[in-house]
């Protein structure tokens, strides 16, 4: 979504942190894989979406924070 200037040094860093949580034997080869594909899957599907979605200047969205709820406006302009 961003390019790769952005995208390569973030999968680097990714692989980075795989790398260490299966050295440090906090996870197996399988889950860091598993996580991956996932992750990756997840991030480009949602990116997808938000790049096709056409921008609303108003918005009404509800919401809740755990004690008390109501709905929010957004304007952009």
């Known amino acids: 979504m961003y390019g ?3 995208g390569i040094p973030l999968y680097v860093f990714a692989g980075f942190v795989g790398l260490s949580r299966t050295s440090d034997n906090k996870h197996f080869l399988s889950d860091v894989l598993f996580g991956a594909a996932l992750g990756t899957a997840i991030g480009r599907g949602v990116a997808k979406v938000h790049k096709n979605e ?3 200047k108003f918005t009404v969205m ?3 924070d755990g004690e008390s ?3 929010m406006l957004t304007l952009r302009w």
């Open 4 to 6: 790769h200037q952005i």
């Open 54 to 56: 056409k921008i609303d």
């Open 62 to 64: 509800p919401f809740s």
């Open 69 to 71: 709820s109501g709905v």
